[in-house]
């Protein structure tokens, strides 16, 4: 299978520090799915074409192959050129041979509402023989202005979707994948539900945990009786933590599009509740949410969203029993995490705090995962039950509090929990 991209801004050869591909290199590496090549064909100022080159006929092993190529760039990181992870670029993507398994005008019905224009071929069973009608597969060409990252989410999503197959283990870490992935416009698409589907494979169980962080509220023909997912588990053990301590005012820091913050609203056990995210758009999920906007005075005067950093002092983060990390610290680089220690833990300094975050131990259970990645391509990284306590100890020995640490979901004799959560509790003689 072969994918192209062709862009076009200011300078095109730039696309190689946002790809972290150089381009005069023929880069290839040995994927799971087989060896994988990337290319240049054409570089110059005004345009510049790359070639992804991927031993695999199915689409979910190519939207693998581009999250492993290209890891950085779905992250939307680049170090040598910080502002061009900001740009909108001119893109031209052509997929040769995409499986596209459904209507003819499926692949309009993915990419259309997102801003692309969409041209569509399907290709024949035999190009001699017309009567044997047409593949499963279209050549696909994709024109729109977005950035990098962006565009190869939307691919890594997508791709898959057209296929309707994955060709690997669908678990509970896959929707959370489809929510980091496309949480910023899969709840708005109009094919929201059919795209949650065919991407977790059709279990329904999944769909309906994804689609309940995505959308506000999910048809009751989609939601099953099921057993609770990962991140239930999570909500679940920080609420029960929160109530161990007796925590009256709570700040989910790095609250998202308000998953937590819908569970502390609907518990009247807590007098005061503030959202924050350095993401304005994930802040106005968490409205949509809430439906903050149909509340009356008295429940608004509860709960409060505001945009802000975990690694900046915001003297709007002062003075509460309790501040919630849930997974948040892997998606902050290593060396901003003593930043993000001392606005917490020194400046807004509440009576209790509660991190959680992933094992990375517990990743070698998860089908299709290379060894070595991470759950996401967003994490910077991702602790050890060791690491992780050895810096609990630290953070709690260098600020005064005292830290448990205990596991979020299932067991495994050997690699532990998949997540495990720290409650750090502010010591008396230090208030």
């Not at 005008?105 to 399907?122: E, Y």
């Not at 979901?409 to 997540?419: I, N």
Request: one cysteine or more.
């Amino acid at each position: 299978m072969t994918a192209n991209a062709t862009t076009d801004f200011p300078d095109a050869s730039d696309i190689g520090y946002l790809l972290h591909k150089h381009p005069d290199r023929v880069q290839t590496r040995n994927l799971p799915m087989g060896n994988t090549t990337v290319l240049y064909p054409e570089v110059s100022a005004t345009r510049t074409t790359v070639a992804v080159l991927a031993d695999t006929d199915a689409a979910s092993g190519l939207a693998v192959a581009l999250s492993r190529l290209f890891k950085q760039t779905l992250a939307g990181v680049c170090g040598h050129r910080p502002e061009l992870v900001s740009a909108a670029i001119d893109l031209t993507i052509a997929l040769p041979a995409a499986p596209s398994r459904g209507a003819g005008d499926l692949a309009s019905r993915m990419f259309g509402p997102l801003g692309w224009g969409v041209q569509a071929t399907p290709i024949p069973l035999d190009s001699t023989q017309p009567q044997w009608g047409d593949s499963e597969y279209i050549d696909l060409v994709l024109t729109g202005t977005f950035t990098l990252s962006a565009a190869l989410r939307q691919l890594y999503v997508l791709l898959p979707v057209l296929d309707d197959a994955k060709h690997y283990w669908v678990g509970e870490d896959e929707a959370d994948k489809l929510v980091q992935a496309a949480g910023d416009w899969l709840g708005d698409h109009p094919e929201s539900a059919l795209i949650a589907s065919r991407y977790l494979a059709h279990r329904r169980e999944l769909v309906a945990s994804a689609l309940d962080r995505l959308v506000p509220d999910v048809p009751d023909d989609v939601a099953t009786p099921r057993d609770p997912s990962l991140a239930e588990q999570r909500v679940r053990a920080v609420l029960a933590a929160l109530a161990g301590v007796g925590a009256k005012s709570v700040i989910d820091l790095g609250c998202g599009e308000g998953r937590l913050l819908r569970e502390l609203f609907a518990t009247n056990d807590f007098e005061r509740i503030v959202g924050a995210d350095v993401s304005d758009r994930a802040l106005a999920k968490a409205q949509r949410r809430l439906r903050l906007d149909d509340m009356s005075d008295r429940q608004r005067a509860r709960i409060e969203l505001v945009q802000s950093s975990a690694t900046y002092r915001d003297v709007r983060l002062h003075g509460f029993d309790a501040m919630v990390l849930m997974e948040v610290i892997e998606h902050v680089d290593l060396d901003r995490i003593p930043a993000l220690v001392r606005s917490v833990f020194l400046q807004a300094r509440p009576r209790t705090v509660l991190v959680t975050t992933p094992n990375s131990e517990y990743n070698v259970l998860y089908p299709g995962l290379e060894p070595g990645a991470f759950r996401h391509v967003d994490h910077r990284f991702e602790f050890t039950r060791a690491q992780f306590e050895q810096w609990c100890s630290s953070v709690a020995r260098e600020h005064a509090y005292a830290v448990r640490v205990e596991g979020i979901g299932p067991v495994d004799d050997m690699h532990g929990t998949p997540t495990q959560m720290a409650v750090f509790t502010r010591e008396e003689q230090s208030r």
